[in-house]
């Protein structure tokens, strides 16, 4: 499975809080912890986004395909514009 930008983004952007909660504890700083926290939903929500909308993807993909794989089936099956003029006469 491939990866998308919003994916990349949130999960470099979970651990940078993850860094800045662990340095927060370290310091003693709840200050700094609380935001790492508070940043941290918003870092885990852009990389769900991301997989939904890889997902999103993936399955369009998907349908597409076989929509085309049905269109080409239907037109193998069906006579050409010049079969039905022929057959027409």
């Given at each position: 499975m491939s990866t998308n930008k919003d994916q990349v983004r949130g999960r470099i952007k979970e651990a940078k809080g993850?860094?800045?909660?662990?340095?927060?504890?370290?310091?003693?700083d709840n200050s700094l912890q609380a935001r790492a926290k508070s940043q941290s939903f918003l870092d885990k929500a852009q990389a769900k986004?991301?997989?939904?909308?890889?997902?999103v993807?993936?399955?369009c993909k998907k349908r597409c395909g076989d929509f085309?794989?049905?269109?080409?089936?239907?037109?193998?099956?069906?006579p050409n514009n010049s079969q039905r003029i022929e057959k027409a006469r």
């Amino acid at each position: 499975m491939s990866t998308n930008k919003d994916q990349v983004r949130g999960r470099i952007k979970e651990a940078k809080g993850k860094i800045k909660k662990v340095a927060g504890k370290l310091l003693g700083d709840n200050s700094l912890q609380a935001r790492a926290k508070s940043q941290s939903f918003l870092d885990k929500a852009q990389a769900k986004f991301g997989d939904v909308k890889q997902r999103v993807k993936q399955s369009c993909k998907k349908r597409c395909g076989d929509f085309r794989n049905e269109l080409n089936r239907l037109g193998a099956d069906a006579p050409n514009n010049s079969q039905r003029i022929e057959k027409a006469r």
